[in-house]
């Protein structure tokens, strides 16, 4: 059943009598998916809702749906996870804010690190975050996911750290003197903060202002993962841990 976001503040607009979608989503409803009066989708309320309707008029610039019934999503995965992204290169942090978002990630933050080979400027960076909010939002839909996941701004390795205090476990993802990602999950937690780095991964004064600030080092095994390549494990892995894979 195709599935579409709506703002927060409109859920009891829905409940109370009929709702509109409009904007690009009508569009899609309408010439895309060619839904016609009567059929039924779902309307999630980015806050773990899912609102199953029924079509009563559609248009190109406005679907008009009746209310059938209110569930709890089941999609959404016990555990908050943040994943803190050292910056890659190319086109790499598409292909991980699309899996990331497909595998239960709650919030995406971009890191500037000291081995960041992209350092785009301001105005470049703020449209790649734009982007990602697409691409995540996409995701959400295909995945069928109870929430909205976002991609925050980017911002330094230090305020990285700081913000990771918030979360019961924090982890910085680095091959040296850390215990294993599933040692650090024994005792599972209810939020998780997780530090990748980018290509060239973590320099050690990194990874020592980390430890020094709280944050547990934990290594993925002998193997060197690449950057687009261990935030899908790491996440698979606490998925798995909690429960929710």
């Known amino acids: 059943m195709p599935k579409f976001f709506m703002e927060s503040n409109n859920a009891a607009e ?3 009598g009929p709702f509109i979608i409009t904007g690009e989503d009508a569009a899609h409803i309408a010439r895309v998916l060619r839904m016609k009066a009567g059929e039924q989708l779902t309307v999630c309320d ?3 809702f899912d609102y199953f309707c029924e079509i009563v008029e559609t248009r190109p610039e406005a679907v008009s749906l009746r209310l059938l019934e209110k569930r709890k999503s089941v999609s959404e995965p016990g555990v908050k996870v943040t994943l803190y992204q050292g910056l890659p290169k190319g086109d790499k942090m598409d292909l991980i804010v699309q899996k ?10 971009p890191v ?6 992209s350092r785009p400027d301001g105005k470049s960076l703020s ?3 734009e982007r990602w909010n697409r691409i995540a939002a996409e995701a959400a839909k295909q995945s069928g996911r109870g929430i909205l996941p976002e991609v925050k ?3 330094d390795f230090e305020k990285a750290i700081s913000a990771m205090a918030a979360h019961e476990l924090s982890l910085i993802l680095y091959e040296q003197n850390g215990g294993s990602l599933r040692e650090h999950l024994k005792n599972v937690p209810q939020s998780v903060g997780v530090l990748i780095g980018p290509e060239g991964g973590f320099d050690i004064t990194e990874a020592e202002y980390a430890r020094s600030h709280g944050v547990e ?3 993925m095994g002998p193997r060197i993962l690449r950057t687009e390549t261990a935030p899908l494990c790491a996440l698979s892995v606490i998925m798995y841990a909690s429960g929710n894979l």
Request: hydrophobic residues 40%; proline residues 3%.
């Open 46 to 48: 980015c806050r773990g």
């Open 112 to 117: 500037i690190t000291l081995r960041s080979v």
């Open 14 to 16: 829905i409940e109370s």
């Open 100 to 109: 990331s978002v497909e595998l239960g990630v709650t919030e995406i933050v």
């Open 153 to 155: 701004p980017a911002v």
């Open 127 to 129: 449209k790649k975050v």
């Open 217 to 219: 080092t934990a290594g």
